[in-house]
Protein backbone atom coordinates (compact mmCIF):
# COMPACT_ATOMS: atom_id res chain seq x y z
CA UNK A 1 0.00 0.00 0.00
CA UNK A 2 1.14 3.86 -0.73
CA UNK A 3 0.18 5.05 2.77
CA UNK A 4 2.88 5.99 5.45
CA UNK A 5 2.80 4.15 8.30
CA UNK A 6 4.23 6.17 10.98
CA UNK A 7 4.71 5.79 14.56
CA UNK A 8 4.82 9.05 16.06
CA UNK A 9 7.47 8.43 19.08
CA UNK A 10 10.39 7.26 17.17
CA UNK A 11 10.38 9.62 14.73
CA UNK A 12 12.64 12.92 15.16
CA UNK A 13 10.82 16.37 15.25
CA UNK A 14 11.84 17.21 12.34
CA UNK A 15 10.54 14.13 10.85
CA UNK A 16 7.68 15.15 12.61
CA UNK A 17 7.01 18.43 10.54
CA UNK A 18 7.60 16.47 7.65
CA UNK A 19 5.18 14.05 8.03
CA UNK A 20 2.54 16.94 8.46
CA UNK A 21 3.84 18.70 5.59
CA UNK A 22 1.57 19.30 2.61
CA UNK A 23 2.02 18.14 -1.18
CA UNK A 24 3.59 21.35 -2.60
CA UNK A 25 2.43 23.16 -5.22
CA UNK A 26 4.99 23.64 -8.16
CA UNK A 27 6.17 26.04 -10.35
CA UNK A 28 4.41 28.95 -8.50
CA UNK A 29 5.76 31.30 -10.55
CA UNK A 30 4.81 30.34 -13.60
CA UNK A 31 0.85 29.24 -12.41
CA UNK A 32 0.83 33.36 -11.21
CA UNK A 33 2.00 34.62 -14.94
CA UNK A 34 -0.12 32.20 -16.82
CA UNK A 35 -3.45 32.85 -14.26
CA UNK A 36 -2.46 36.81 -14.89
CA UNK A 37 -2.21 35.90 -18.60
CA UNK A 38 -5.48 34.59 -18.85
CA UNK A 39 -7.35 37.26 -16.12
CA UNK A 40 -5.95 39.97 -18.81
CA UNK A 41 -7.70 38.25 -21.75
CA UNK A 42 -10.97 37.63 -20.18
CA UNK A 43 -10.93 41.34 -18.69
CA UNK A 44 -10.20 42.62 -22.74
CA UNK A 45 -11.94 40.14 -24.77
CA UNK A 46 -15.40 39.18 -22.48
CA UNK A 47 -17.01 36.71 -23.76
CA UNK A 48 -14.87 35.72 -26.59
CA UNK A 49 -11.84 35.20 -24.03
CA UNK A 50 -14.01 32.44 -22.54
CA UNK A 51 -15.41 30.56 -25.69
CA UNK A 52 -11.42 30.74 -26.38
CA UNK A 53 -10.32 29.72 -23.22
CA UNK A 54 -12.71 26.85 -22.53
CA UNK A 55 -12.01 25.13 -26.33
CA UNK A 56 -8.29 25.45 -25.30
CA UNK A 57 -8.26 23.78 -22.03
CA UNK A 58 -11.58 21.99 -21.67
CA UNK A 59 -11.43 21.00 -26.00
CA UNK A 60 -15.11 21.88 -26.43
CA UNK A 61 -16.18 24.56 -28.46
CA UNK A 62 -19.17 26.02 -26.90
CA UNK A 63 -22.07 28.07 -28.93
CA UNK A 64 -23.62 29.45 -25.74
CA UNK A 65 -22.18 29.77 -22.15
CA UNK A 66 -25.51 30.02 -20.52
CA UNK A 67 -28.09 26.64 -19.12
CA UNK A 68 -31.59 26.83 -20.28
CA UNK A 69 -34.95 25.98 -18.16
CA UNK A 70 -35.23 23.23 -20.86
CA UNK A 71 -32.06 21.72 -19.94
CA UNK A 72 -32.57 21.60 -16.27
CA UNK A 73 -35.75 20.06 -16.76
CA UNK A 74 -34.07 17.35 -19.19
CA UNK A 75 -31.65 16.80 -16.35
CA UNK A 76 -34.57 16.03 -13.35
CA UNK A 77 -35.94 13.66 -15.97
CA UNK A 78 -32.90 11.80 -16.91
CA UNK A 79 -31.89 11.08 -13.50
CA UNK A 80 -32.70 7.70 -12.04
CA UNK A 81 -36.21 8.07 -9.06
CA UNK A 82 -33.00 6.46 -6.22
CA UNK A 83 -30.67 9.42 -7.49
CA UNK A 84 -33.73 12.46 -7.74
CA UNK A 85 -34.33 11.28 -3.81
CA UNK A 86 -30.53 11.08 -2.77
CA UNK A 87 -30.13 14.58 -4.24
CA UNK A 88 -33.17 15.74 -2.64
CA UNK A 89 -32.53 14.01 1.14
CA UNK A 90 -29.08 15.89 1.17
CA UNK A 91 -30.75 19.05 0.45
CA UNK A 92 -33.06 19.03 2.78
CA UNK A 93 -30.67 17.70 5.80
CA UNK A 94 -28.21 20.47 4.26
CA UNK A 95 -30.82 22.74 4.81
CA UNK A 96 -32.52 21.78 8.07
CA UNK A 97 -28.48 22.10 9.22
CA UNK A 98 -28.06 25.83 8.08
CA UNK A 99 -31.82 27.09 9.34
CA UNK A 100 -30.32 26.50 12.25
CA UNK A 101 -27.72 29.36 12.07
CA UNK A 102 -29.69 31.63 11.01
CA UNK A 103 -28.48 35.21 12.76
CA UNK A 104 -31.05 37.67 14.66
CA UNK A 105 -29.78 41.54 14.62
CA UNK A 106 -28.40 42.41 17.89
CA UNK A 107 -29.18 45.46 19.97
CA UNK A 108 -27.61 45.99 23.21
CA UNK A 109 -27.49 49.46 25.11
CA UNK A 110 -23.98 49.66 26.42
CA UNK A 111 -24.48 52.50 28.23
CA UNK A 112 -27.15 54.86 29.49
CA UNK A 113 -28.28 56.49 25.86
CA UNK A 114 -25.86 54.78 23.90
CA UNK A 115 -27.70 51.99 21.48
CA UNK A 116 -25.44 49.85 19.28
CA UNK A 117 -26.87 47.17 16.65
CA UNK A 118 -25.31 44.55 15.02
CA UNK A 119 -27.48 43.77 11.82
CA UNK A 120 -26.47 40.83 9.33
CA UNK A 121 -27.53 41.30 5.30
CA UNK A 122 -27.41 38.39 2.90
CA UNK A 123 -24.47 39.61 0.05
CA UNK A 124 -26.78 40.88 -2.81
CA UNK A 125 -24.86 38.85 -5.34
CA UNK A 126 -22.94 35.76 -5.35
CA UNK A 127 -20.76 33.22 -7.22
CA UNK A 128 -20.63 29.61 -7.13
CA UNK A 129 -17.74 27.88 -8.36
CA UNK A 130 -18.48 23.80 -8.93
CA UNK A 131 -15.05 21.90 -9.64
CA UNK A 132 -15.88 18.93 -11.94
CA UNK A 133 -12.55 16.71 -11.86
CA UNK A 134 -13.06 13.59 -12.11
CA UNK A 135 -16.39 13.40 -11.02
CA UNK A 136 -19.42 15.65 -10.95
CA UNK A 137 -20.16 17.53 -7.11
CA UNK A 138 -23.92 18.06 -6.59
CA UNK A 139 -22.76 18.14 -2.66
CA UNK A 140 -20.75 21.31 -3.52
CA UNK A 141 -23.57 22.71 -5.11
CA UNK A 142 -25.56 22.06 -2.18
CA UNK A 143 -23.43 23.14 0.67
CA UNK A 144 -22.67 26.41 -1.43
CA UNK A 145 -26.47 26.81 -2.39
CA UNK A 146 -28.39 26.65 0.40
CA UNK A 147 -26.46 29.05 2.67
CA UNK A 148 -27.16 31.69 -0.20
CA UNK A 149 -30.78 30.48 -0.41
CA UNK A 150 -31.59 30.64 2.96
CA UNK A 151 -29.43 34.18 3.23
CA UNK A 152 -31.91 35.42 0.42
CA UNK A 153 -29.21 36.60 -1.59
CA UNK A 154 -30.70 38.36 -4.41
CA UNK A 155 -28.71 36.64 -7.48
CA UNK A 156 -26.32 33.76 -7.74
CA UNK A 157 -24.47 33.01 -10.31
CA UNK A 158 -23.32 28.86 -10.67
CA UNK A 159 -20.04 28.67 -12.86
CA UNK A 160 -18.80 25.10 -13.80
CA UNK A 161 -16.55 23.27 -16.04
CA UNK A 162 -18.37 21.88 -19.22
CA UNK A 163 -17.88 18.17 -20.59
CA UNK A 164 -16.92 17.09 -23.42
CA UNK A 165 -20.23 17.79 -25.19
CA UNK A 166 -20.46 20.93 -23.44
CA UNK A 167 -22.93 20.18 -20.85
CA UNK A 168 -23.14 19.88 -17.12
CA UNK A 169 -23.87 17.32 -15.19
CA UNK A 170 -27.35 16.00 -14.42
CA UNK A 171 -26.93 15.90 -10.47
CA UNK A 172 -25.61 19.60 -10.31
CA UNK A 173 -28.26 20.92 -12.69
CA UNK A 174 -30.84 19.57 -10.26
CA UNK A 175 -29.17 20.48 -7.10
CA UNK A 176 -29.18 23.64 -8.26
CA UNK A 177 -32.61 23.89 -9.00
CA UNK A 178 -33.30 22.90 -5.79
CA UNK A 179 -31.48 25.63 -4.67
CA UNK A 180 -33.26 28.10 -6.78
CA UNK A 181 -30.15 28.89 -8.59
CA UNK A 182 -31.57 29.91 -12.44
CA UNK A 183 -28.58 31.36 -13.32
CA UNK A 184 -25.94 28.48 -14.49
CA UNK A 185 -22.68 28.65 -16.64
CA UNK A 186 -20.84 26.19 -18.68
CA UNK A 187 -17.64 27.73 -17.55
CA UNK A 188 -14.58 27.02 -15.38
CA UNK A 189 -11.12 27.46 -14.53
CA UNK A 190 -9.42 30.97 -13.96
CA UNK A 191 -11.66 32.28 -16.29
CA UNK A 192 -14.56 32.14 -14.81
CA UNK A 193 -13.25 33.87 -11.62
CA UNK A 194 -12.12 36.36 -14.20
CA UNK A 195 -16.00 36.51 -15.58
CA UNK A 196 -17.41 37.13 -12.16
CA UNK A 197 -14.86 39.31 -10.80
CA UNK A 198 -14.79 41.96 -14.49
CA UNK A 199 -18.29 40.72 -15.51
CA UNK A 200 -18.58 39.99 -19.15
CA UNK A 201 -21.49 40.34 -22.31
CA UNK A 202 -23.19 37.28 -20.94
CA UNK A 203 -22.11 36.98 -17.01
CA UNK A 204 -22.65 39.74 -14.58
CA UNK A 205 -19.76 40.77 -12.21
CA UNK A 206 -20.57 39.70 -8.66
CA UNK A 207 -20.28 40.70 -5.47
CA UNK A 208 -18.24 37.36 -3.70
CA UNK A 209 -17.28 34.37 -5.14
CA UNK A 210 -17.80 31.29 -2.93
CA UNK A 211 -16.26 27.39 -3.86
CA UNK A 212 -13.35 25.34 -4.63
CA UNK A 213 -11.56 24.63 -7.32
CA UNK A 214 -7.81 23.70 -8.48
CA UNK A 215 -4.62 25.66 -8.24
CA UNK A 216 -5.69 28.07 -10.88
CA UNK A 217 -8.83 28.61 -9.62
CA UNK A 218 -7.81 29.31 -6.23
CA UNK A 219 -4.96 31.81 -7.84
CA UNK A 220 -6.98 33.45 -10.08
CA UNK A 221 -9.09 34.16 -6.35
CA UNK A 222 -6.17 34.98 -4.90
CA UNK A 223 -5.18 37.56 -7.67
CA UNK A 224 -8.72 38.95 -8.62
CA UNK A 225 -9.30 39.89 -4.63
CA UNK A 226 -6.55 42.14 -4.74
CA UNK A 227 -7.13 43.70 -8.10
CA UNK A 228 -10.81 44.28 -8.81
CA UNK A 229 -12.15 46.95 -6.03
CA UNK A 230 -15.90 45.14 -4.29
CA UNK A 231 -14.74 41.92 -5.41
CA UNK A 232 -14.05 39.17 -2.76
CA UNK A 233 -13.50 35.98 -2.10
CA UNK A 234 -14.34 33.05 0.80
CA UNK A 235 -11.11 31.85 0.92
CA UNK A 236 -7.66 30.79 -0.88
CA UNK A 237 -8.62 26.82 -0.88
CA UNK A 238 -5.89 24.09 -1.09
CA UNK A 239 -6.08 20.42 -2.44
CA UNK A 240 -8.55 18.64 -0.59
CA UNK A 241 -7.72 17.19 3.05
CA UNK A 242 -8.94 15.11 5.96
CA UNK A 243 -7.93 14.21 9.24
CA UNK A 244 -9.19 11.43 11.05
CA UNK A 245 -8.77 10.70 14.96
CA UNK A 246 -10.26 7.24 15.70
CA UNK A 247 -9.53 4.77 18.63
CA UNK A 248 -9.26 1.06 19.00
CA UNK A 249 -13.56 0.84 18.60
CA UNK A 250 -13.70 2.85 15.74
CA UNK A 251 -14.93 0.94 12.71
CA UNK A 252 -12.14 0.56 10.30
CA UNK A 253 -14.44 0.30 7.14
CA UNK A 254 -15.79 4.00 7.84
CA UNK A 255 -12.48 5.43 8.30
CA UNK A 256 -11.12 4.25 5.23
CA UNK A 257 -14.50 5.43 3.37
CA UNK A 258 -13.91 8.66 4.48
CA UNK A 259 -10.25 8.74 4.18
CA UNK A 260 -10.92 7.66 0.21
CA UNK A 261 -13.56 10.01 -0.11
CA UNK A 262 -10.45 12.72 0.05
CA UNK A 263 -8.29 10.95 -1.67
CA UNK A 264 -10.34 10.58 -4.64
CA UNK A 265 -11.03 14.20 -5.14
CA UNK A 266 -7.41 14.65 -6.72
CA UNK A 267 -3.69 13.23 -6.53
CA UNK A 268 -2.50 16.36 -5.03
CA UNK A 269 -5.07 15.31 -1.59
CA UNK A 270 -3.71 14.22 1.69
CA UNK A 271 -5.43 11.91 4.44
CA UNK A 272 -4.84 11.54 7.70
CA UNK A 273 -5.59 8.98 10.91
CA UNK A 274 -4.41 9.52 14.24
CA UNK A 275 -4.56 6.72 16.56
CA UNK A 276 -3.43 5.32 19.59
CA UNK A 277 -4.44 1.83 18.46
CA UNK A 278 -1.89 -0.01 16.35
CA UNK A 279 -4.74 -2.64 15.82
CA UNK A 280 -6.49 0.13 14.00
CA UNK A 281 -4.00 1.19 11.92
CA UNK A 282 -3.43 -2.30 10.45
CA UNK A 283 -7.04 -3.01 9.64
CA UNK A 284 -7.36 0.86 8.38
CA UNK A 285 -4.08 -0.29 6.19
CA UNK A 286 -6.21 -3.51 4.94
CA UNK A 287 -9.45 -1.54 4.49
CA UNK A 288 -7.69 1.12 2.04
CA UNK A 289 -6.55 -2.18 0.42
CA UNK A 290 -9.57 -3.53 -0.58
CA UNK A 291 -11.57 0.13 -1.51
CA UNK A 292 -9.41 1.51 -3.55
CA UNK A 293 -9.66 -0.74 -5.98
CA UNK A 294 -13.28 -0.27 -5.76
CA UNK A 295 -13.45 3.36 -6.71
CA UNK A 296 -13.48 4.55 -10.38
CA UNK A 297 -10.63 6.79 -9.57
CA UNK A 298 -8.91 4.30 -8.06
CA UNK A 299 -5.45 6.27 -9.87
CA UNK A 300 -6.08 9.18 -8.67
CA UNK A 301 -7.00 8.18 -4.61
CA UNK A 302 -3.80 5.78 -5.50
CA UNK A 303 -1.36 8.90 -6.60
CA UNK A 304 -2.76 10.54 -3.05
CA UNK A 305 -2.50 8.54 -0.94
CA UNK A 306 1.23 8.29 -1.79
CA UNK A 307 1.32 11.16 0.63
CA UNK A 308 -0.94 10.52 3.19
CA UNK A 309 -0.06 9.52 6.66
CA UNK A 310 -1.43 6.67 9.10
CA UNK A 311 0.04 7.66 12.36
CA UNK A 312 0.19 6.05 15.76
CA UNK A 313 0.52 8.23 18.58
CA UNK A 314 0.97 6.94 22.06
CA UNK A 315 -2.65 8.52 23.46
CA UNK A 316 -5.77 10.44 22.56
CA UNK A 317 -4.22 13.86 23.96
CA UNK A 318 -1.47 13.36 21.92
CA UNK A 319 -3.67 12.50 18.52
CA UNK A 320 -5.15 16.27 19.40
CA UNK A 321 -2.08 17.62 19.94
CA UNK A 322 -1.33 16.45 16.46
CA UNK A 323 -4.30 17.37 14.70
CA UNK A 324 -4.08 21.18 16.00
CA UNK A 325 -0.61 21.19 14.65
CA UNK A 326 -1.71 20.07 11.09
CA UNK A 327 -5.07 22.32 11.27
CA UNK A 328 -7.13 19.86 8.88
CA UNK A 329 -9.31 21.38 6.42
CA UNK A 330 -11.52 17.98 7.57
CA UNK A 331 -11.75 16.65 10.81
CA UNK A 332 -13.48 13.80 11.66
CA UNK A 333 -13.97 12.23 15.33
CA UNK A 334 -14.54 8.70 15.53
CA UNK A 335 -14.03 7.58 18.93
CA UNK A 336 -16.13 6.08 22.02
CA UNK A 337 -16.34 9.17 24.20
CA UNK A 338 -15.58 12.07 21.34
CA UNK A 339 -17.10 15.02 23.47
CA UNK A 340 -13.85 14.37 25.71
CA UNK A 341 -11.45 15.79 23.11
CA UNK A 342 -13.89 18.60 21.78
CA UNK A 343 -12.39 20.92 24.63
CA UNK A 344 -8.65 20.86 23.19
CA UNK A 345 -8.79 20.45 19.69
CA UNK A 346 -8.16 23.75 17.37
CA UNK A 347 -7.43 24.72 14.20
CA UNK A 348 -9.72 22.94 12.14
CA UNK A 349 -12.04 24.26 9.21
CA UNK A 350 -14.91 22.08 9.34
CA UNK A 351 -15.57 19.13 12.41
CA UNK A 352 -17.76 15.96 11.65
CA UNK A 353 -17.85 13.87 15.03
Known sequence: MNTQIIDWQTITTQQQKDALARPAIA??????TQVANILSQVQKQGDKALFSLT??????????????????????LALTDKR????????????????????KDVFVETCPGVRCTLKTESIESV?????????????????????????GCKRTALVCPPDKNGQLANEVLVAASLCEITEIYTIGGAQAIAALAYGTESIPAVNKVFGPGNRYVTEAKKQLSQQVAGFTIDMPAGPSEVLVIGD??????????DLLSQAEHGADSQVILLTDSKK??????????????????????NQAL??????????????????NLYGPEHLIIQTETPQELLSNLRNALVLSL
Open 306 to 323: KQSRLILTKDMAQAVEVS
Open 127 to 151: GLYIPVGSAPLPSTVLMLGVPAQLA
Open 248 to 257: EQANAAFIAA
Open 55 to 76: EQFDGIALSTLRVTPEQVEQAK
Open 84 to 103: LKAINTAYEQIKRFHSAQTP
Open 280 to 301: LIDEVALELEKQVVLLTRESIA
Open 27 to 32: DNALLS
